[in-house]
């Protein structure tokens, strides 16, 4: 099992699925709550019927007392509530990286970490090589999760996000090295 991405660094009862239409309504709040320039629903529902596309959403099943308020939480009509999602496009033997976000109350619990690992784990074993993503320069926990996983910095973008203007920074990460053992 490797280190990083090993088992038992996310809360019992959290489950990583494919997100559902029906799901679109939670994520927004999560979306609109976590990013300076958030998708709108259409993007999401876009996203949906994109054969490339994968949307990972981390999701709590059942009474569970290692989640914030989760003793007490009653499942949704899907049994479970959405905490997180991760958005990638598969593109020939790359990965990209679109989106990630976790609800506030659940941040550092491991979810972004576990949703990043599913994801690496499937693109490797559908024979996926690497993985991109940008990254604000000032997004100090987002770069920590990617460098975590062995993302490095490859390039920088200039003025790439909204009026701020602000530089993005481009990471990639050869997957292979995050799993040895299925190489
Ligand atoms: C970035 C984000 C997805 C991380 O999700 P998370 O579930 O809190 O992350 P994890 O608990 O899996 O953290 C894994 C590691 O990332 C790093 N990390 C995460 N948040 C951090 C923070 N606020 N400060 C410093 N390091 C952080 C740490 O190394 C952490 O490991 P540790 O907790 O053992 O120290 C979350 O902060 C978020 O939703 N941010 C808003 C949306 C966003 O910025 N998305 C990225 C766009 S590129």
């Known amino acids: 099992m490797n280190p990083v991405c090993g088992a038992g660094i996310v809360p019992l009862c959290i489950e990583m699925v494919p997100l559902l239409p029906a799901d679109i309504p939670s994520v927004m709040e999560i979306e609109r709550d976590s990013h300076l ?25 059942g009474r569970c007392p290692t989640i914030p308020g989760g003793s007490t939480r009653v499942d949704s009509e899907h049994g479970g509530w ?6 990638y496009w598969r593109v020939a033997d790359e990965i990209q990286i679109l989106n990630i976000a976790v609800h506030k109350a659940y941040r550092r619990q491991g979810i972004g970490r576990a949703l990043l690992c599913q994801a690496l784990r499937s693109a490797l074993e559908s024979g996926a090589e690497s993985a991109v993503l940008e990254v604000r320069r000032s997004n100090n926990a987002a770069r920590a999760l990617y460098e975590s996983l062995g993302f490095r910095q490859v390039g920088e973008r200039p003025g790439y996000y909204g009026i ?11 997957i292979r090295d995050l799993f040895p053992a299925l190489a």
């Open 37 to 61: 320039e958030p998708w709108t629903e259409e993007s999401f529902a876009r996203e949906l019927k994109k054969l490339h596309s994968h949307i990972l959403a981390a999701r709590v099943r």
């Open 82 to 87: 959405v905490v997180g999602y991760l958005v």
């Open 164 to 174: 701020l203007k602000e530089p993005a920074i481009l990471m990639e990460l050869n």
